[in-house]
């Protein structure tokens, strides 16, 4: 599995946006897709809101990456 750390400089950032940012989703659209189709876990459990919000400290499984939140001071 390959691992991505994603640093933001905001309070969150949404599931979809997380996926196209790290390269677990070529583009918005296969974001969008794969979370409504159920393909997605955040922190361990499936997820279909592609707004959900994410924090530092959590996490999100596509196919085979995991992408985990790190805030700027992190």
């Known amino acids: 599995m390959k691992e991505e750390i994603v640093r933001i400089h905001t309070e969150f ?4 946006d997380l996926l196209k ?3 677990a989703a070529e583009t918005g659209g296969q974001a969008k897709v ?6 997605v ?12 919000k994410l ?3 959590d996490t999100a ?5 995991l992408c985990k939140v790190e ?3 992190e």
């Open 55 to 57: 924090r530092p400290g």
């Open 21 to 23: 940012l790290s390269g």
């Open 13 to 16: 950032i949404r599931l979809q």
């Open 41 to 52: 876990k955040v922190n361990g459990e499936v997820c279909t809101m592609r707004g959900k």
């Open 34 to 39: 794969a979370v409504q189709q159920g393909l």
């Open 61 to 65: 499984e596509y196919g085979d990456f």
């Open 71 to 73: 805030g700027e001071t």
